[in-house]
């Protein structure tokens, strides 16, 4: 059995060669199959791995994944001093979740490892729980019904209620704290849009993991820009206080859609020059590098606080 790996999780492995400047403590991992031409049965518009994209399946946004003997990289990571978790990208095709729970049984008792995975409902979820998965993501990308609709209703996979309605199962399994969904800033949302997306999950107990959209040759929507990287920061800002210092929906003021002033909260002006709001978020010892951009920058999720072109 194969799985994918990330090009830098395989360098850190010592399955490539390359090096690696952001510290990554998270080996990413990919189901694989050739089924489907190796892509997506979903039609996400703005994924390289969706069904109707002219991408290529061996990338996932930016990074290119490449397959390997699963029972390799299983010993790899067993031997890794470097890394704390695994994560699990699954892939939408005929036996997802059968593979899914092989990978897990490979990896059990090696380290902890989270799932991003679409809505399997809660028999599913306790499945994966009991095969070791410790964090799941249930990705919702867009922030709104109508943009859910526009961009990943296509080809009539997922609808908005239906995965609401499984990451309520998920947290039901997993519990609060532990269930992850993913917000794309750039899919036609405003400011308002964004932030109520944000307050909604926080009350479910689901911590939101931000992605710019990022556009790569291929995509059903190519020629469109990621959002103004001042815009993305203002949104990683919202979420910071959001998640991380408890902020409430009157501390934050919009014009016209726009996120506009904070109030009634101190120290804005010194967190907002620091650089922790605007590091990658996500499951424990996730950073992603150069996953929504470019190396040469600018960083729209920085890897580390060490990173350089903040913005």
């Not at 996120?259 to 590091?279: H, N």
Request: net charge positive; glycine share 10%.
């Amino acid at each position: 059995m194969k799985v994918r790996v990330s090009d830098a999780t395989a360098i850190v492995l010592g399955l490539a060669r390359g090096r690696v400047d952001a510290p990554l403590r998270t080996a990413y991992l990919m189901t694989y199959s050739t089924l489907e031409g190796g892509k997506c049965l979903a039609d996400c518009s703005f994924c390289t791995l969706a069904s109707s994209s002219a991408s290529s399946p061996d990338y996932l946004s930016r990074v290119r994944w490449r397959p390997y003997e699963l029972d390799v990289v299983a010993a790899a990571l067993s031997s890794s001093e470097v890394f704390r978790r695994a994560c699990l990208q699954v892939v939408n095709y005929p036996g997802f979740l059968r593979d899914t729970c092989a990978l897990l049984e490979a990896l059990r008792g090696r380290i902890p490892v989270s799932v991003s995975i679409m809505p399997i409902g809660r028999g599913n979820y306790q499945r994966l729980k009991d095969g070791g998965a410790d964090k799941i993501t249930i990705p919702m990308d867009a922030a709104t019904p109508v943009l859910f609709i526009k961009h990943k209703g296509r080809g009539g996979f997922y609808r908005w209620e239906r995965h609401v309605a499984s990451i309520r199962e998920a947290v039901e399994v997993f519990g609060r704290g532990n269930v992850y969904t993913y917000l794309i800033v750039g899919l036609g949302e405003n400011d308002e849009e964004a932030v109520r997306f944000l307050f909604d999950f926080r009350e479910l107990g689901v911590s939101v993991a931000l992605h710019s959209f990022t556009s790569v040759p291929g995509l059903n929507i190519e020629g469109s820009a990621p959002p103004e990287l001042s815009r993305y920061r203002r949104i990683q800002l919202a979420r910071h206080l959001i998640f991380e210092k408890g902020a409430a929906p009157a501390n934050f003021v919009f014009s016209g859609g726009d996120l506009s002033e904070v109030v009634g909260i101190g120290g804005i002006a010194e967190l907002a020059d620091s650089e922790e709001p605007f590091r990658t978020t996500g499951c424990p010892d996730c950073n992603r590098p150069f996953y929504n951009e470019r190396a040469r920058g600018p960083l729209y999720n920085l890897p580390s606080l060490r990173a350089v072109g903040s913005g």
